[in-house]
């Protein structure tokens, strides 16, 4: 069974840190695609970052580069998300997702992704 499981969300400061963990079970990493996405009240879900664990290729939306920074941990199947100078509009529940059988590393629409976690909420206060 797929399973995907997020932590390390809370309430910060502005221009504060999170760093967000996705662990992975019942597939390998080989082929496949780990993404980020965020949902704010009232806005469609976007796409924050994804990750080829297998070649290290790294995808980031505009507004998130150079704060943000994707990693995986193949030894533990588990992907993070480092988020550093975080905003006030960083506010989101994130979610992590997984592409199975993917041909590339780009994948930033959430239709393109098969898993999804249950998501965790962070909170940037200003």
């Known amino acids: 069974e797929v399973q995907l499981v997020e932590s390390g969300g809370g309430l910060v400061q502005s221009g504060g840190s999170l760093r967000l963990s996705c662990a992975a079970s019942?597939?390998?990493?080989?082929?496949?695609?780990i993404g980020w996405f965020r949902q704010a009240p009232g806005k469609e879900r976007e796409s924050v970052s994804c990750?080829?664990?297998?070649?290290?290729?790294?995808f980031y939306t505009p507004t998130v580069k150079g704060r943000f920074t994707i990693s995986s941990d193949k030894a533990l199947h588990t992907v993070y998300l480092q988020m550093n100078s975080l905003k006030p509009e960083d506010t989101a529940v994130y979610s992590c997702?997984?592409?199975?059988?993917?041909?590339?590393?780009?994948?930033?629409?959430?239709?393109?992704?098969?898993?999804w976690g249950q998501g965790t909420q962070v909170t940037v206060s200003s």
């Open positions: 019942g597939f390998g990493f080989d082929d496949n695609v």
């Open positions: 990750i080829s664990p297998s070649d290290g290729r790294t």
């Open positions: 997702a997984a592409r199975l059988n993917s041909g590339s590393y780009y994948y930033v629409n959430s239709y393109e992704y098969n898993y």
